[in-house]
């Protein structure tokens, strides 16, 4: 929706008094369930960050779908129906806390034969993709690619890859696949001879590799745009290019900064302008660097991030994954993760970000939940999610907060409900059919699998996993931080306790979670939203503010500051509403469930050390 026509509503909403939740006039609102007026409005990039609509700042948080996509089993979709694919977005929204998911698509699958596009496939994948569009979850396309190509490996090989179809190995004639002496498979990126060689095809535009899968690219995007409706398309945030990007092996000379520089950038750019005649002109393009720019091993670190590319503006948006190699190898890193262990990590992707000028987004992360090092994951997975809340550590963040910087938006690897019950066949190998987690190359990594009735459940902690968090704000977030008190087995893991010095936050928030949301806005009047966790049931949420104080908040209405309301597309997930008047002021916002029916006393001494203590510390 264009900005003056938010403005315009705005207008009326407050000129109107019978105006309530649903008071704007309906056509301009979004059609999902729970849709208020100020909902379903496209994503662009402005001031190096998403925004909405109307102009909000919007935090996209959810997970990948799927490593399915990589399987065979289901022909490189996510899912085997629609059915599934409508039950996974329900529980992603429901139980997950997921607004945005990382939609996994098959070159190979797309492109079964050079220059013929499987329109069946299309279809399919569109009809997918709606299920979640229609739980009101934004969605970005991603043509996802590991070790190339599956049609690099054998019957009888240890490990396997995804991405190209078979005629553009074929084209390549590549040497036998060896990793030599792998322990993981990614070991094969560097040291597996045909991945590299098939890498370095694909980048230096071999046999017309690359010119073959933009033109597919292109035809892919403009039949989701053709076959999605006008108000789901406004629900897709852009389009991830290629996955993981990496050179295969680097010409003489040649550093890795050059490769981003003179290969994978006008990659980019050719992307760019498939994207622009496909019909998604105004959606950003979600770009990766060399895929071992921000690595955590000094021995695998390479310089990179886009250096040599310019600002990036509103077409572009700087994207990133991160995993900790050194917890996944069991011997770099002895122990478990530890308040502020990835704050510095996380720290570089804004700061790379923001020299770019525009938004990042951390598109993968995680930790494996079996094998082991699996003990490790409930430390590293709340350690990934506190750096994306805040580049303050627990620790310090009370004394620091305006050090936080941007919310970072992210969506976790991943949410794949058939884990543990696949059926595999490991390069089409009747006689190694995979069954147990991801089936593919041992990971497990699924935040979810179904149960024995059918139902999708939550592999990890529900505290963990559906969390507090600010995703839209009305003017410009200053800093967050939410204390999810998930659990490492019986240890319940607390590393941002309120501070003696706030005597009434503490004995209001008790042993219960919190966020606190500081922010300074903007000139707009849609409110400023965070996503409640299912289980912070209204009846027992309460909300300190500047905005005003309540115990089990209402139901929204436009002449009430602090409220609640259902999310968008009828899953029963829940957001806070906090509306304010003004521009250029600071508010903030603590939501915990830890309170029992509190006095009004005690909501008052609270709100005034918190006034006290953001006017000290903004």
Not at 38 to 63: C, K, S
Not at 430 to 445: M, R
Not at 571 to 581: E, Q
């Amino acid at each position: 929706m264009p900005n003056i026509c938010a403005r315009l509503l705005a207008v009326l909403v407050v000129l109107c008094t019978a105006v309530t939740a649903t008071g704007a006039p309906p056509a301009a609102a979004a059609s999902l369930p729970g849709s208020l007026w100020f909902d379903g409005t496209p994503l662009t990039v402005a001031d190096g960050r998403l925004v909405d609509g109307t102009g909000r700042e919007i935090v996209l948080r959810g997970y990948n779908v799927s490593g399915e996509t990589k399987l065979e089993e289901n022909g490189g979709l996510p899912f085997a129906s629609v059915a599934d694919a409508r039950k996974s977005a329900t529980a992603l929204r429901a139980l997950g806390g997921g607004n945005a998911v990382r939609f996994l698509l098959s070159w190979a699958h797309a492109e079964p034969a050079r220059g013929q596009v499987d329109t069946a496939y299309l279809a399919a994948v569109t009809d997918q993709m709606r299920a979640f569009l229609d739980a009101g979850i934004r969605v970005y396309p991603d043509f996802h690619q590991d070790l190339y190509s599956r049609y690099l490996f054998d019957e009888g090989s240890w490990y396997t890859g995804d991405g190209a179809p078979e005629w553009a190995v074929a084209a390549g004639g590549y040497p036998k696949e060896s990793c030599g002496i792998c322990f993981f498979w990614g070991q094969n990126i560097t040291q597996n001879k045909a991945v590299q060689q098939a890498q370095y095809d694909f980048w230096h535009n071999a046999h017309g590799l690359q010119d073959a899968f933009l033109a597919t690219a292109q035809t892919v995007m403009a039949y989701v745009e053709q076959h999605l409706s006008d108000a789901e398309f406004a629900g897709v945030a852009g389009f991830d290019p290629y996955n993981e990007p990496y050179a295969g092996s680097y010409d003489s000379g040649q550093t890795s900064r050059a490769w981003e520089q003179g290969l994978l950038w006008p990659f980019y750019q050719r992307f760019r302008a498939r994207m622009d005649a496909a019909g998604w002109q105004d959606k950003p393009a979600l770009v990766e660097p060399n895929l071992f720019w921000n690595a955590n091993i000094d021995s695998q670190k390479q310089e990179g991030g886009l250096l040599d590319a310019g600002t990036l503006g509103s077409r572009y948006v700087f994207n990133t994954h991160f995993y900790d190699q050194k917890a996944i190898s069991g011997i770099l890193m002895w122990g478990k993760a530890a308040d502020g262990q990835y704050t510095s990590d996380f720290g570089t992707v804004r700061d790379r970000a923001a020299a770019a000028g525009t938004a990042a987004v951390v598109s993968e992360f995680g930790h494996p939940l079996s094998g082991t090092v699996s003990d490790k994951a409930p430390t590293v997975v709340k350690a990934m999610y506190q750096a994306l809340d805040s580049r303050v550590p627990g620790a310090s963040w009370w004394s620091k907060p305006a050090g936080s910087g941007p919310v970072l938006s992210g969506t976790q690897w991943q949410w794949d409900i058939y884990s543990g019950r696949h059926h595999e066949l490991m390069n089409g190998n009747s006689g190694k059919v995979l069954t147990s987690g991801d089936a593919w190359n041992d990971e497990d990594l699924s935040a979810v699998r179904l149960d024995d009735t059918g139902a999708v459940t939550l592999r990890q902690d529900a505290r963990l996993l559906d969390r507090l968090y600010p995703s839209a704000t009305s003017g410009a977030t200053a800093a967050f931080t939410y204390e999810d008190r998930s659990r490492d087995g019986s240890t319940t893991l607390t590393w941002n306790p309120v501070p003696s010095s706030l005597p009434n936050v503490a004995q209001l928030v008790g042993s219960g979670r919190y966020g606190l949301l500081v922010w300074r806005s903007g000139s707009g009047s849609a409110p400023t939203e965070l996503h409640l966790p299912a289980s912070f049931p209204t009846s027992a949420t309460t909300v300190v503010s500047d905005l005003g104080t309540v115990y089990a908040p209402p139901e929204y209405t436009a002449a009430t500051p602090v409220a609640v309301a259902a999310e968008p597309g009828g899953t029963g997930s829940r957001r806070l509403l906090l509306t304010d008047s003004d521009a250029g002021v600071l508010h903030y916002a603590l939501v915990t469930d830890g309170a029992s029916a509190p006095s009004a006393a005690l909501l008052g001494a609270a709100r005034s050390e918190l006034s006290a203590w953001a006017a000290a510390r903004f």
